[in-house]
């Protein structure tokens, strides 16, 4: 049966925050994953039943690369080592765009260019190339897989030539840390924290304007004596301005995570861009936060176009902001909890092997 080779622009483990590295750190950590081989710089620890190849990133290599203008040269040379003439191989690829033409002109200098399967992995929403650019990317990939089918869809409007077989692997996260706890345990969360709001908001991301930390705070600011019994606590930034009912907590570790959306009761998603999917919402679902999120990008599917959330129609509106806020404190809207393995770890390495087996069948 054909091997499977992860090339990684990232040590695995991560030892850094990282959506899609989380993901295969997960993955690679479980029983029956499917990788063989792991192409990448060295991590602080291996996993246990991969065979490594590592990249060194040393004055040397830095200076053959440069020579040589091959920023990939050591993957493709630890590449060359593992392939054995007449044998298949699946080689998977995460968000590397510029890996690929390396890649390809490698295995045909080789002649190995049919015996190697190229799985591709975009966590992004919209597409990468512009429809020209694209058409050798689409010509010399074998599968490309998105996050969610919202996205095929944008990528089947935008071009007019997709050569290619598509999948769709949706995130998934940790349901043994993202859970919902009992009024109980929510209140003691809350007590111990020091939090004495009747609702509790959160908002965690990275601290960019695309992610609309800044739009949603003017929006907390402008709602007053509305949210006098709230509080707003912000995850992911460290701002020293106070704001009335405003915590900006900084950075939290991730095993800290948890007890944040577990304590509150409305997770805040202002993203102000197409994201690929949400990684965050789907922790606050799982730990029973009701979710206003802007209806951009892969965030409506996740949501179930409203079933599991509201959706915001014109995200850059506050005063959209500000009635869905308002909605939720009189009481309008009615919670449908996410089923428990939907969006999990455990769906998700399910799914992976999936893909895995049948790229695998198309090489027989």
Not at 177 to 182: G, K, M, P, R, T
Request: proline share 5%; net charge neutral; with cysteine.
């Amino acid at each position: 049966m054909p091997k499977v080779i992860l090339i990684s622009q990232f040590p695995l483990p991560y030892s850094k925050i990282g959506s899609w590295t989380t993901l295969y750190k997960n993955y690679l950590e479980a029983d029956h994953h499917l990788i063989d081989i792991i192409i990448c710089e060295p991590p602080n620890y291996d996993f246990e039943d991969v065979t490594y190849k590592f990249v060194k990133n040393n004055f040397t290599s830095k200076i053959k690369k440069k020579l040589t203008k091959e920023p990939y040269l050591e993957y493709l040379t630890n590449l060359k080592s593992i392939i054995i003439p007449n044998e298949n191989y699946v080689v998977q690829i995460v968000d590397n765009f510029g890996l690929v033409k390396p890649l390809v002109n490698f295995l045909r200098s080789h002649n190995l260019r049919k015996s190697v399967y190229i799985q591709f992995f975009y966590h992004g929403f919209v597409p990468f190339y512009g429809n020209f650019q694209s058409r050798w990317f689409y010509d010399n990939i074998d599968e490309m897989v998105l996050l969610t089918r919202d996205s095929y869809i944008n990528h089947l409007s935008f071009y007019t030539e997709l050569p290619v077989i598509f999948s769709i692997l949706h995130n998934g996260i940790d349901t043994s840390q993202f859970f919902e706890v009992s009024k109980e345990t929510k209140q003691d969360l809350k007590n111990r924290l020091g939090i004495n709001a009747k609702s509790v908001f959160i908002w965690c991301s990275q601290d960019r304007p695309k992610k609309g930390l800044d739009f949603i705070v003017n929006v907390w600011k402008s709602l007053g004596e509305r949210v006098y019994d709230c509080e707003l606590l912000v995850v992911g930034a460290s701002r020293v301005e106070a704001i009335q009912g405003v915590k900006f907590l900084g950075r939290i570790p991730n095993d800290d995570l948890p007890k944040y959306y577990q304590v509150a009761d409305v997770y805040l998603f202002p993203t102000l861009c197409q994201e690929g999917f949400g990684m965050s919402l789907i922790e606050a679902l799982h730990c029973g936060c009701f979710c206003i999120a802007s209806a951009l990008g892969g965030v409506l599917e996740v949501l179930d176009y409203g079933k599991y959330g509201k959706l915001i129609e014109d995200p850059h509106f506050p005063n959209r902001w500000k009635d869905a806020i308002l909605e939720y404190l009189n009481g309008s809207y009615e919670q449908t909890k996410l089923p428990k393995d939907k969006y999990s770890m455990n769906e998700w390495n399910k799914n992976m092997n999936g893909l895995i087996v049948a790229a695998k069948e198309r090489m027989i």
